[in-house]
């Protein structure tokens, strides 16, 4: 089965300063997409940012930037400029390409945002 | 057009007592997923339906837990003599059909389900 780690249980960054996320996984399958969530206290689940395995460029938007290493099955976040909305837990996710349509879930990072 | 729709969004059962989650998907959405978030944990996948069928239940508990996606109306999670170990949060997401392969899944603001 597809296992999804995440070794950073909470982190903190100064605001306007950049913090990296990790993120690892583990699978047999050379398709797949991988994914950052976002929850903030409000607990909506919110899609920050995906990545296809297939692509060799990193997904960006805005802000939030990745550091997809598909040999090391590695999958960061870089979150930049970090502003106190950046507060919340991430959740990195894996899904199959084909076959199973669920997500894999890490057990999150809660990030701190210090003013 | 509106999002993934749960309720209710809290919901408070005596043990031995049944649970009934909703979930209607976002509109032109026809598959549905369940996950369960235990209080510190990640979100785990329990079942996904498309209407009127149970597609995975890989992760449902094998007593006690049903769900349903009827041809009208949202999808039901039913949860029959709660137990305390019952309590978390139950997040419901849907996606489009699957013609490719971007079938990413958007998700509702959960139901926080409390067994006293």
């Known amino acids: 089965a597809q296992t999804v780690t995440q070794s950073q249980p909470e982190m903190s960054v100064q605001e306007a300063e950049t913090v990296t996320l990790s993120c690892t996984y583990d699978t047999s399958e050379s398709d797949y997409y991988l994914f950052w969530y976002k929850q903030p206290p409000s607990r909506q689940m919110i899609l920050v940012i995906r990545q296809e395995a297939y692509k060799q460029q990193n997904a960006t938007e805005n802000r939030f930037s990745v550091n997809f290493q598909k040999a090391a099955k590695s999958f960061s976040l870089k979150i930049s400029d970090s502003q106190l909305g950046d507060a919340a837990m991430y959740f990195c996710a894996y899904r199959d390409q084909t076959g199973a349509n669920n997500l894999f879930f890490g057990t999150g990072t809660r990030l701190t945002v210090i003013p | 057009n509106a999002g993934v729709m749960q309720n209710p969004r809290h919901l408070v059962r005596r043990r031995g007592q049944e649970a009934r989650l909703r979930c209607s998907p976002m509109?032109?959405?026809?598959?549905v997923y369940w996950y369960r978030q235990l209080p510190e944990e990640g979100l785990k996948f329990m079942v996904y339906l498309q209407k009127e069928n149970i597609i995975d239940e890989s992760g449902m508990p094998k007593e006690r837990f049903s769900a349903e996606f009827p041809k009208e109306g949202p999808s039901i999670l039913r949860i029959q003599q709660v137990v305390r170990g019952d309590s978390a949060a139950y997040f419901c997401a849907s996606s489009p059909p699957s013609f490719g392969t971007h079938n990413e899944q958007f998700f509702g603001p959960g139901t926080r389900l409390t067994v006293l």
């Open positions: 509109k032109g959405h026809s598959h």
